[in-house]
């Protein structure tokens, strides 16, 4: 049924066809919002319930995933992500509907992630196969995002149909990654108190201290930075099409999967500590649009923006991964991470959707996000020199 592949090369087929339809749904539920006439603060609120979903399951996804195989998890989280698809496609509300979409997505997120030093023994294959993994990734967001607006312009309906077909595929081939044994013994009862304690115990540790601050502070800055662009572009551009877009945003993607790959080339594992200067370039990429006022213009920044960025976070995954790996599990690991992550994104998104409704300047909010961005790195360049002094 499918070409033979490697069990690493299928993790990535399956990532990229899962996070493919994870952005498309992002701008059908823009269609959506723009088809029934719900407020211009929608979308963003829509894209919080999506992150909350992180939030609130963290303490019990990580053991699941660690539980379980984590092949058989990358299944049922892509499955509840249908569920949420098919409340789309019934008309429910899509912030309901995306916090469906969200719970399958938490589910999902450890476990690829997680299965990385399973698939990839060593330092620098994980490094290598956590680049090719964002990659692919990266790739998926921005084919995907352009999916999603050019077939939400044809028809909403026809594109979520799209969207189930494809996560159907993404599960056949997560049949093609082999069973990691799992740890049976874990237990759900003390989930919370123990996760807290585990968030503690890496909070401890500097490389994963610095990874999980790092990382927080990319997505957050990313998340805010692209719900600023959907408004952005029409107002300072004047461009409105779903399509056109969608296009512009998906080159912040190309700068990441670039930055992703040329990452091992630049950094090891053991220099993550380096990776701040490049998030102090994509700090400084946002305040430009600031000033930007051209197409072109705009379509370089927001290459700059992704590659930089995308220097910024691979080697702070692997960093945390190998630190999880031999501490925590790797799946609990990645699912503090997620909530830290998450909840960067909530607490920007959040931010962002206030001021929306309190009619903020949309250039207000964007300096905010590069300001934001910015003082996070200046932690992790005061962070790293504490840690040279001890």
């Given amino acids: 049924m499918y070409p033979k592949l490697s069990p690493l090369h299928a993790l990535f087929l399956a990532q990229f066809l899962s996070a493919f339809v994870d952005n498309m749904l992002l701008f059908i539920a823009l269609g959506i919002i723009i088809r029934d006439g719900y407020p211009g603060y929608y ?118 149909l799209v969207c189930i077909v494809l996560y159907g595929l993404s599960i056949g081939v997560n049949t093609l990654i082999p069973k990691d044994p799992g740890n049976r013994g874990i237990q759900y009862s003390n989930a919370i108190k123990e996760f807290a304690r585990d968030t503690t115990t890496l909070f401890q540790n500097k490389q994963s201290h610095y990874s999980l601050i790092g990382t927080g502070s990319f997505w957050m800055a990313s998340a805010v930075l692209r719900m600023i662009i959907f408004a952005w572009v029409p107002l300072t551009l004047g461009i409105s099409s779903r399509m056109d877009i969608s296009m512009i945003i998906a080159v912040t993607g190309i700068g990441i999967a670039i930055g992703a790959v040329i990452t091992p080339y630049l950094i090891t594992v053991r220099e993550y500590q380096r990776t701040a200067w490049y998030g102090l370039g994509m700090g400084m990429g946002i305040m430009a649009f600031l000033f930007i006022k051209t197409l072109p213009v705009a379509i370089i920044f927001l290459l700059l923006v992704g590659c930089m960025g995308g220097i910024f976070i691979v080697p702070m995954n692997a960093c945390l991964q190998n630190v999880g790996h031999n501490t925590l599990g790797a799946g609990k690991a990645i699912a503090i991470q997620n909530f830290v992550e998450n909840s960067f994104m909530f607490l920007g998104v959040g931010a962002y959707t206030l001021a929306l409704k309190s009619g903020v300047s949309i250039y207000t909010s964007l300096a905010a996000a590069g300001m934001g961005l910015l003082a996070f790195v200046a932690y992790l360049i005061l962070l790293t020199n504490k840690g040279k002094k001890n």
Avoid: H
């Avoid at 963290?58 to 092949?71: E, I, L, N, Q, T």
């Avoid at 997680?114 to 290598?128: D, K, M, N, S």
């Fill in 43 to 160: 979308l963003p609120l829509v894209q919080s319930t999506f992150l909350f979903s992180y939030i609130i399951l963290s303490p019990w996804v990580g053991r699941f995933a660690d539980k379980k195989a984590k092949s058989l998890v990358l299944m049922i989280g892509n499955v509840i992500k249908m569920l949420g698809v098919l409340l789309l496609l019934g008309k429910c509300d899509p912030a309901l509907s995306y916090g469906v979409v969200g719970i399958g997505a938490v589910i999902y997120s450890p476990a690829k992630y997680g299965i990385l030093p399973f698939l990839a023994r060593g330092e620098e294959p994980l490094l290598r196969a956590n680049s090719s993994l964002e990659s692919y990734t990266i790739v998926a967001i921005l084919t995907g995002s352009v999916a999603g607006g050019y077939l939400s312009d044809i028809s909403i309906s026809f594109s979520l």
